[in-house]
Nanobody
Framework: VQLQASGGGYVQVGGSLGLSCAASGGTFSRYAIGWFRQVPGKERQGISCISMNNREYMSYYAESVKDRFTISSDSAKNTVYLQMNKLRPEDTAVYYC???????????????????????????WGQGTLVTVSS
């Protein structure tokens, strides 16, 4: 699967921004799609993930973005969105989307074992999009 992230930009503190991750080349609904971010000199951080399991969506949020970011999926468009509200300077980073496919991916165990937020759990990566939050 190929991933294309877009939507980054410049926003002031407290503002909102929406990111998109368009997927092609795979059966979209079978993948878990995650969002990660990275600042220079720091490790890549998993912030959100969405997957479909037994026709129901499951999702994950890092504590740092809970109640501010919302992940959603449009299977008709093969696109996952990340709506980011109440942005803070510490949200400034390059944001990446990633995908993983596997027999246990997206199950409740996969989430409870913390796989959703681990970069090493993902096989496919899009290019990054820069988000800058200015005070």
């Amino acid at each position: 699967v190929q991933l294309q992230a877009s939507g980054g930009g410049y926003v002031q503190v407290g503002g909102s921004l929406g990111l998109s991750c368009a997927a092609s080349g795979g059966t979209f609904s079978r993948y878990a799609i995650g969002w990660f971010r990275q600042v220079p000199g720091k490790e890549r951080q998993g912030i959100s993930c969405i997957s479909m399991n037994n026709r129901e969506y499951m999702s994950y949020y890092a504590e740092s973005v809970k109640d501010r970011f919302t992940i959603s999926s449009d299977s008709a468009k093969n696109t996952v969105y990340l709506q980011m509200n109440k942005l803070r300077p510490e949200d400034t980073a390059v944001y990446y989307c990633a995908a993983v496919l596997g027999p246990d991916v997206g199950t409740s165990n996969w989430y409870s074992y913390g796989q959703a937020g681990l970069p090493n759990a993902y096989h496919y990566w899009g290019q990054g999009t820069l988000v800058t939050v200015s005070s």
